[in-house]
């Protein structure tokens, strides 16, 4: 029993390593265990908010690719089961999973149906001759002739197989997650903006663990549904922007680069980001104001939505009133802290939307811009979240955590509400007052600001807490409400003990 099952193992092991091995080293191919991830992602039920609270953060993505494969490998053990009668029928059932793996990974724009075919016929036939090899002989001549193999060997063997199967899967999924940015006509410069940004503020709040004015790209948070980051190719890749429009218009890289180009800092953020979370980030965008293409298209009236869609179909929708408001200042990005966006955040272009939570906006790896109505709901919308996502009133402390030396101790954090700005930040340690926090230098009410407290602190256990009030003097709610549908509320606070 446990032979056969362990067998199956194996040789679904190493179907899953060729198949991860193979992705990893030619571009196109498919992972098959990203394909089935990708499939997941979009069965999402709908009403299953609860169960993907987050929008799809990297732990989520370990989860998911780890619950797949680990799901695999059930399934390969019983296979290996199957294979106590005859070993053919088995092998078979490697040879069918794989195949409809790879039918799912061309849902995928960026994989190669004719690579998919050719890594499940390796995969599939890998795991096939794998299992062959560890119970072929045993199962199709029953017990006469049978082994050559006793008990060691084929423990001998499993494990070797095994082991090649697990190196050539981790050596794959290391050059899938470290592909190099893609190449073709990717600047390394952007373009001199036709309107820069002014220098930010050289005196900015310096207190270790307190975060950073802007964010380097490196440090900023990513949030989005893809299991890998796509890598497309500026060469071939275009903008449409159709719809309710006049005159649709399609941009090549080169023609959108040409355009003017604007420069801002924005703090953009996740509606999942949870009070004291770290799915918010503040960073200079570069980029082409959509106001200027919805100009050039001419919008027809009656357009009530503006659509980003991205080259696999996600798709994030916000009024168009907001342009005439608080998102008077969207861009169509192309260069994120003075860079050209790398593929994490969105290479070539993206949407980014002053005010408006990610989920609504900020489609990266933008192909299309729509003008419809607001019938439309974007991806996330149908799935239970809030189909207006305005950016909520929040503030954060980053340091202390944990413990301190009883003393004059800095309490330090950030605030946003972008686009109203944030006119004052208080803290309150135990059951104390309210008492005010200073500010840092505000680029603009689109960002996020620093604050820090000054804090005698006595010996012993305490609580800190934070809220802000924007500078319309709105006061930061204290309801606590989860993330889904719209967003977090409550005040962020922090246990921390002195002595
Ligand atoms: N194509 C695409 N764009 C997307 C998403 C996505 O899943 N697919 N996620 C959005 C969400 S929920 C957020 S919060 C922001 C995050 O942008 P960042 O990863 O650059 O921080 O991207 C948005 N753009
Ligand atoms: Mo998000």
Redesign the pocket.
Same mark, same amino acid.
């Given at each position: 029993m446990r032979r056969y099952a362990l067998a199956g193992v194996v040789a679904g092991g190493v179907g899953l390593g060729l198949s991860e091995l193979v992705a990893g080293i030619v571009a196109g191919a498919p992972s098959l265990v990203t394909a089935v991830g990708a499939l997941v992602i979009d069965l999402q039920p709908p009403g299953a908010k609860q169960f993907v609270v987050d929008?799809?953060g990297e732990a989520d993505k370990l989860a998911l690719n780890l619950v797949i494969t680990a799901v695999a490998l059930g399934g390969s053990a019983l296979l290996g089961l199957l294979a106590r009668r005859d070993w053919r029928p088995a092998a078979g059932g490697f040879v069918v999973a794989a195949a409809a793996a790879a039918v799912v990974s061309v849902r995928d724009p960026l994989v190669d149906p004719v690579l998919a075919a050719l890594a499940a016929a390796l995969a599939g036939g890998g795991a096939a001759w794998a299992l062959w090899r560890l119970v072929g002989a045993d199962a199709t001549s029953p017990a006469a002739e049978m082994p050559a193999w006793d008990r060691r060997q084929f423990l001998g063997s499993a494990i070797g197989l095994g082991a090649l199967a697990v190196a050539g899967g981790g050596v794959g999924r290391y050059l899938l997650e470290r592909r190099p940015e893609p190449s073709g006509v990717v600047p390394t410069e952007l373009p001199a903006p036709a309107v820069p940004v002014a220098a930010p503020p050289a005196e900015t709040i310096a207190v270790d663990g307190l975060s950073p004015l802007i964010v380097p790209t490196r440090d $900023? %948070?990513?949030?989005?549904?893809?299991l890998l980051v796509p890598r497309l190719d500026a060469g071939t890749w275009s903008l449409t922007i159709d719809g309710m429009v006049e005159r649709p218009l399609t941009l090549t890289y080169e023609e959108l680069l040409a355009m003017p180009l604007t420069e801002r800092y924005v703090t953009?953020?996740?509606?999942?980001n949870e009070v004291g979370g770290r799915?918010v980030?503040n960073a200079k965008w570069t980029g082409v104001p959509l106001r200027d293409l919805l100009d050039r298209v001419g919008v027809r009236p009656g357009a009530s939505q503006v659509v980003g869609r991205?080259f696999?179909g =996600?798709t994030?929708g916000f009024p168009t009133l907001w342009l005439e408001g608080e998102g008077a200042g969207a861009l169509v990005a192309v260069g994120m802290n003075g860079r050209p966006l790398n593929a994490?955040?969105?290479f070539p272009a993206?949407l980014i939307v002053p005010g408006l $939570?990610?989920?609504v906006s900020?489609?990266? =790896?933008?192909t299309n811009i729509e003008l419809t109505t607001l019938d439309f709901d974007g %991806? =996330?919308v149908p799935l239970g979240w809030a189909k207006n996502g305005p950016i909520l009133l929040q503030s954060r402390i980053d340091v202390p955590r944990g413990s301190v030396r009883a003393g004059d101790v800095a309490v330090a954090g950030v605030a946003w509400a972008p686009t109203r700005g944030i006119g004052a930040v208080e803290v309150q340690v135990d059951d104390g007052a309210w008492e005010p926090a200073g500010l840092g230098p505000a680029i603009s009410d689109e960002t996020w600001v620093q604050w820090i407290y000054r804090w005698s602190a006595a010996p012993g256990e305490h609580v800190l807490r934070v809220r802000a009030t924007d500078r319309d003097g709105m006061l930061q709610e204290a309801r606590v409400t989860p993330p889904a549908p719209d967003g977090a509320r409550g005040y962020h606070e922090v246990r921390v003990s002195a002595s």
């Amino acid at each position: 029993m446990r032979r056969y099952a362990l067998a199956g193992v194996v040789a679904g092991g190493v179907g899953l390593g060729l198949s991860e091995l193979v992705a990893g080293i030619v571009a196109g191919a498919p992972s098959l265990v990203t394909a089935v991830g990708a499939l997941v992602i979009d069965l999402q039920p709908p009403g299953a908010k609860q169960f993907v609270v987050d929008l799809f953060g990297e732990a989520d993505k370990l989860a998911l690719n780890l619950v797949i494969t680990a799901v695999a490998l059930g399934g390969s053990a019983l296979l290996g089961l199957l294979a106590r009668r005859d070993w053919r029928p088995a092998a078979g059932g490697f040879v069918v999973a794989a195949a409809a793996a790879a039918v799912v990974s061309v849902r995928d724009p960026l994989v190669d149906p004719v690579l998919a075919a050719l890594a499940a016929a390796l995969a599939g036939g890998g795991a096939a001759w794998a299992l062959w090899r560890l119970v072929g002989a045993d199962a199709t001549s029953p017990a006469a002739e049978m082994p050559a193999w006793d008990r060691r060997q084929f423990l001998g063997s499993a494990i070797g197989l095994g082991a090649l199967a697990v190196a050539g899967g981790g050596v794959g999924r290391y050059l899938l997650e470290r592909r190099p940015e893609p190449s073709g006509v990717v600047p390394t410069e952007l373009p001199a903006p036709a309107v820069p940004v002014a220098a930010p503020p050289a005196e900015t709040i310096a207190v270790d663990g307190l975060s950073p004015l802007i964010v380097p790209t490196r440090d $900023f %948070y990513r949030i989005d549904t893809k299991l890998l980051v796509p890598r497309l190719d500026a060469g071939t890749w275009s903008l449409t922007i159709d719809g309710m429009v006049e005159r649709p218009l399609t941009l090549t890289y080169e023609e959108l680069l040409a355009m003017p180009l604007t420069e801002r800092y924005v703090t953009i953020a996740c509606v999942s980001n949870e009070v004291g979370g770290r799915l918010v980030g503040n960073a200079k965008w570069t980029g082409v104001p959509l106001r200027d293409l919805l100009d050039r298209v001419g919008v027809r009236p009656g357009a009530s939505q503006v659509v980003g869609r991205s080259f696999d179909g =996600w798709t994030a929708g916000f009024p168009t009133l907001w342009l005439e408001g608080e998102g008077a200042g969207a861009l169509v990005a192309v260069g994120m802290n003075g860079r050209p966006l790398n593929a994490d955040h969105g290479f070539p272009a993206r949407l980014i939307v002053p005010g408006l $939570f990610g989920y609504v906006s900020a489609t990266k =790896w933008l192909t299309n811009i729509e003008l419809t109505t607001l019938d439309f709901d974007g %991806y =996330w919308v149908p799935l239970g979240w809030a189909k207006n996502g305005p950016i909520l009133l929040q503030s954060r402390i980053d340091v202390p955590r944990g413990s301190v030396r009883a003393g004059d101790v800095a309490v330090a954090g950030v605030a946003w509400a972008p686009t109203r700005g944030i006119g004052a930040v208080e803290v309150q340690v135990d059951d104390g007052a309210w008492e005010p926090a200073g500010l840092g230098p505000a680029i603009s009410d689109e960002t996020w600001v620093q604050w820090i407290y000054r804090w005698s602190a006595a010996p012993g256990e305490h609580v800190l807490r934070v809220r802000a009030t924007d500078r319309d003097g709105m006061l930061q709610e204290a309801r606590v409400t989860p993330p889904a549908p719209d967003g977090a509320r409550g005040y962020h606070e922090v246990r921390v003990s002195a002595s």
